[in-house]
């Protein structure tokens, strides 16, 4: 049986350097239907060279004009937060997660309490860092954009061969944001068939169309950037739910899980009721007892009270057992 995927609210840098407002940014996405939360722990130096080169600068894009240093330097989630971020997270019940970048930062979350670790998909090729959080025992997520099939068999073999037992792929358009267009979201039960793992969808589109459709492939996860308000502009604001976005996608992935229902076909109480209103054998000329039935007798028509219309040949040339008048739904019980 499907069950609803787990929501993750990404928060990224949308706290725009406030610890503050990570904390309400935490509660609001509870309170709107995440079920987890997860940030990203790295340092502009763990990430690039602070460079002005050419390949060092963004050209394109929501972040076009500023170098990767500048961008991931305004972006970041700082280390030192982690410990009160996960603080705060024990003490409200919340479920925080974060995305490592570098051996140092997987440190600094142990020293924190990090319950699991993702992999964004930009680190898919970086196997050291894989198999450093995967040594940790804990649950892993891996984000797969931009990836080939032998890069994420490499991953995965890198995880498992270095003790990870629960690991969930994420298909990912690593596009920011995502045209809707460009996914595959059948990589989902793909990943699930060829790796024996869970899978779900890293969207970074707008929109929870997608993430229906993901749902109803048996997504175990969908991972969405969010924030308070898209017009204040913070860093990932362009491709970021709002509350109610969020309680959108709660309640449109979860409805999609519950009209899956079961291989099978099933009435509810209230179709039941509702087939009275079918049709049905009705008897439109009246019979003496012992007069055979015709077709000339019977007439299908709403409502559904009489024989139904498949099962007639079982009475037709048949004789009334006492003397019936029309019209009234045809039984039966009345013909011998």
Not at 45 to 59: K, N, V, Y
Not at 134 to 147: H, M, N, Q, Y
Not at 304 to 318: A, D, F, N, T
Request: glycine share 6%.
């Amino acid at each position: 049986m499907v069950r609803r995927p787990e929501i993750v609210a990404e928060l990224s840098g949308n706290h725009d350097g406030s610890l503050k407002r990570a904390f309400r940014l935490m509660d609001l996405a509870v309170a709107n239907g995440a079920d987890a939360i997860k940030i990203q722990t790295y340092t502009e130096d763990s990430l690039t060279l602070d460079s002005t080169r050419p390949e060092f600068m963004i050209t394109g894009g929501l972040w076009k004009g500023q170098t990767l240093y500048d961008l991931y330097k305004m972006a970041k989630t700082p280390r030192e937060w982690m410990k009160p971020m996960f603080e705060y997270a024990s003490d409200k019940g919340i479920s925080l997660f974060s995305s490592p970048f570098s051996l140092e930062d997987v440190d600094v979350l142990e020293k924190a309490g990090c319950p699991r670790y993702k992999i964004a998909s930009f680190e898919l090729n970086y196997p050291e860092l894989i198999a450093y959080c995967a040594r940790t025992g804990k649950p892993l997520v891996i984000s797969t954009g931009l990836a080939t099939l032998e890069e994420v068999d490499l991953a995965v073999s890198t995880a498992r061969d270095n003790g990870c037992t629960d690991l969930t792929l994420l298909h990912c358009e690593s596009r920011y944001p995502a045209d809707p267009r460009t996914f595959n979201l059948n990589t989902i039960p793909f990943f699930k068939e060829r790796y024996g793992c869970k899978a779900g969808l890293s969207d970074h589109a707008l929109g929870d169309a997608l993430d229906v459709a993901a749902a109803v492939l048996g997504a175990d996860m969908i991972e969405k950037h969010f924030t308070d308000d898209r017009s204040l502009g913070s860093v990932d604001a362009a491709f970021s739910m709002e509350p109610q976005d969020l309680q959108a996608l709660r309640r449109d992935t979860e409805n999609a899980v519950l009209s899956l229902g079961t291989k099978e076909i099933r009435l509810m109480p209230e179709d039941i009721e509702n087939r009275k209103g079918r049709r049905s054998a009705y008897l439109v000329r009246p019979l003496k007892k012992g007069e055979v039935l015709s077709l000339d007798h019977i007439r299908i028509v709403r409502p559904g009270l009489g024989m139904e219309p498949y099962l007639i040949s079982e009475v037709l040339g048949k004789r009334a057992l006492t003397d019936l008048d029309a019209p009234q739904p045809l039984e039966r019980r009345f013909f011998s």
